[in-house]
C-alpha cells in the first residue's frame, strides 16, 4: 500500500511538473540568497576583525577608542591632535615596547591616504592570521633616499600605476587638491600584494620624506631646486636641505608591540595616566568589537530580510499545494477508494511538501557554491571581503535544518484539509 501511495504521489507531482519546478526554483533562490547573506556576513566579520593582528596597542591623542583606529588604521576620518616625536622617543625607551612603527597621515594622492611611516611597517604590520606584506613588484622604500613612495595592490590597479612611475602627493584628502606638492614628485619602487585591507587603498612614504615635502613649500625658492629632488638621493637633497632637520615634529598614530602580552594593559594603563603629554592607547581587538556592535544592527537586518524571502518562499509552496488541492479532490477520493486511511492522506500530502523542500534547500546550496565559485574574485577585488569556498559552518547547516522544519510545517496544513476531504466529496459531481 505504501509503495503504491508514492507511485501515485510521484505521479501527481509530474503531472504538476511546472507548478512544482517553479516552487522548487523560489525555495532554491530564497536558501542560496540566505546561505549567501550570512556567509558574507560571517567572512566580512572576519575580514573587519583581522584588518590588523599582531600590534597590541594603538596611541594617538585622546579622541575615543573607535576614533582613534578608524583614522589611525582604516584611513577613515581624521585626527583631533597630534603627537610630538618627543612621545615617540620616549615610548621607544618604555622597557614593555618590542617595536613601534609611527604614522603621519594628512597628505593623500588622487583621493587615497598618503601613510608617513618607517621601513619597519613592512616587516611589523600584520593583518589576518598574522600575515606580513608581501611584495608584488619592486621593494620597499629606504629610509636613506627620499622621495620613495610603495603603493597598494587597489592604488596600483585603479590608477594603472608601475614601479618607476612618478607621483605627485596633495595636502589634504580630497580627490581633487589645488595645493600639490608638484615640485617634489615621488618614485614608486613597490607595489604590494593584495591583503583585503586599507593598506591596499594607501601610499606609504618615509616620515623624512613626507617632512622633506613640507619643507619651504610655498616658497619662492622652491622650484629652483625641482631638478636636484628628482634625483630621489638622501645624498643629493641633503645638499638642498642641509640647514633642515627632517625628523617629524609630530606624527599621528603609533603603532606599538610589546615584549610580553601581560605587559598590554600595564603599558595602556601608564600611557592613558601619563600627564606630560595627554595620550590615549587602544587595544585594536577591543576597538573593533566595539565598532562592530555599532554596525551589527545593520548587518542583523540583512539576516532578517534574507530570512523573510526564504518564509515568501515556503508560504508560496503552501499556496500552490492548497490551491491545487481542489483539483485533486478526485485523487484524493480514489486514493481513498483503494484503502489509504485519511491519516495516509494526509501523510502523502505533509511529505510531499518536505520533498520539494529539501529540493529546494539542495538546489539552493548548489546555487549558493556556484555564486561562490564565480563572485569571491570579483567580490574581493572591488571590497577586499575574501569570501572562502568552504564546507557548510554550523551555523548554515543550522538554518538548511531550519528551513527543512519549516517544510514539514508548511504541509501540515495541505494535510489537514486533505485529511477532511470525504471520499463521497471527492467522488461528487458539482454543477
Known amino acids: 500500500m505504501l509503495n503504491t501511495l508514492i507511485r501515485l504521489s510521484v505521479k501527481s507531482?509530474?503531472?504538476?511538473?511546472?507548478?512544482?519546478?517553479?516552487?522548487?526554483?523560489?525555495?532554491s533562490f530564497s536558501v542560496a540568497l540566505l546561505l549567501t547573506v550570512e556567509r558574507v556576513r560571517t567572512e566580512?566579520?572576519?575580514?573587519?576583525?583581522?584588518?590588523?593582528?599582531?600590534?597590541?596597542?594603538i596611541v594617538g591623542a585622546p579622541s575615543g577608542d573607535i576614533q582613534l583606529l578608524l583614522y589611525s588604521v582604516f584611513h577613515l576620518g581624521n585626527a583631533?591632535?597630534?603627537?610630538?616625536?618627543?612621545?615617540?622617543?620616549?615610548?621607544?625607551?618604555?622597557?614593555?615596547?618590542?617595536?613601534?612603527?609611527?604614522?603621519?597621515?594628512?597628505?593623500?594622492?588622487?583621493?587615497?591616504?598618503?601613510?608617513?611611516?618607517?621601513?619597519?611597517?613592512?616587516?611589523?604590520?600584520?593583518?589576518?592570521?598574522?600575515q606580513s606584506l608581501n611584495f608584488a613588484d619592486g621593494k620597499m622604500f629606504s629610509d636613506d633616499h627620499l622621495y620613495e613612495a610603495v603603493i597598494g595592490a587597489e592604488?596600483?590597479?585603479?590608477?594603472?600605476?608601475?614601479?618607476?612611475?612618478?607621483?605627485?602627493i596633495a595636502h589634504g584628502l580630497g580627490k581633487n587638491s589645488f595645493q600639490e606638492h608638484g615640485d617634489k614628485p615621488f618614485r614608486i619602487v613597490g607595489i604590494l600584494e593584495r591583503t583585503g585591507t586599507p593598506v591596499d587603498r594607501s601610499v606609504l612614504v618615509s616620515l623624512q620624506s613626507l617632512e622633506a615635502v613640507h619643507v619651504g613649500w610655498g616658497a619662492p625658492s622652491v622650484m629652483d631646486i625641482r631638478q636636484r629632488l628628482k634625483q630621489n638621493s638622501l645624498k643629493a637633497a641633503n645638499k638642498t636641505l642641509k640647514a633642515e632637520d627632517l625628523t617629524p615634529k609630530a606624527v599621528t598614530a603609533i603603532l606599538v608591540g610589546v615584549k610580553k602580552k601581560t605587559q598590554i594593559f600595564?603599558?595602556?594603563?601608564?600611557?592613558?595616566?601619563?600627564?606630560?603629554?595627554?595620550?590615549?592607547?587602544?587595544i585594536p581587538g577591543v576597538a573593533l568589537q566595539q565598532i562592530w556592535q555599532l554596525v551589527s544592527v545593520a548587518e542583523n537586518a540583512?539576516?532578517?530580510?534574507?530570512?523573510?524571502?526564504?518564509?515568501?518562499?515556503?508560504?508560496?509552496l503552501m499556496s500552490v499545494i492548497l490551491t491545487g488541492l481542489n483539483e485533486r479532490r478526485r485523487e484524493i477520493a480514489i486514493l481513498?477508494?483503494?484503502?489509504a486511511g485519511p491519516v495516509q492522506v494526509m501523510f502523502l500530502l505533509v511529505a510531499e511538501a518536505v520533498l520539494l523542500t529539501i529540493a529546494g534547500v539542495v538546489f539552493g546550496t548548489g546555487i549558493f557554491y556556484l555564486l561562490q565559485i564565480v563572485m569571491a574574485p570579483l567580490v574581493y577585488d572591488h571590497w577586499g571581503i575574501w569570501i572562502?569556498?568552504?564546507?557548510?559552518?554550523?551555523?548554515?547547516?543550522?538554518?538548511?535544518?531550519l528551513i527543512s522544519l519549516c517544510g514539514l510545517l508548511v504541509g501540515i496544513w495541505p494535510g489537514v484539509r486533505a485529511y477532511r476531504i470525504s471520499l463521497n466529496d471527492g467522488l461528487s459531481v458539482r454543477l
Open 13 to 27: 507531482l509530474q503531472n504538476r511538473r511546472l507548478t512544482v519546478i517553479l516552487s522548487v526554483l523560489t525555495i
Open 44 to 57: 566580512a566579520r572576519s575580514s573587519f576583525s583581522q584588518t590588523i593582528s599582531g600590534t597590541d596597542l
Open 80 to 130: 583631533s591632535n597630534n603627537i610630538s616625536w618627543r612621545q615617540v622617543e620616549r615610548l621607544k625607551q618604555a622597557p614593555e615596547v618590542d617595536w613601534l612603527i609611527p604614522l603621519a597621515l594628512g597628505d593623500s594622492h588622487r583621493g587615497y591616504r598618503v601613510v608617513g611611516t618607517e621601513s619597519g611597517y613592512f616587516s611589523h604590520y600584520q593583518y589576518g592570521r598574522k
Open 155 to 168: 592604488v596600483a590597479q585603479t590608477l594603472g600605476y608601475q614601479t618607476g612611475q612618478e607621483i605627485i
Open 266 to 282: 600595564r603599558l595602556q594603563r601608564k600611557l592613558n595616566n601619563q600627564k606630560s603629554e595627554p595620550v590615549q592607547a587602544v
Open 302 to 316: 540583512l539576516l532578517i530580510v534574507a530570512g523573510f524571502v526564504v518564509i515568501s518562499g515556503l508560504i508560496g
Open 336 to 339: 481513498r477508494s483503494i484503502g
Open 388 to 401: 572562502q569556498v568552504s564546507a557548510l559552518s554550523l551555523t548554515e547547516l543550522k538554518l538548511l535544518s
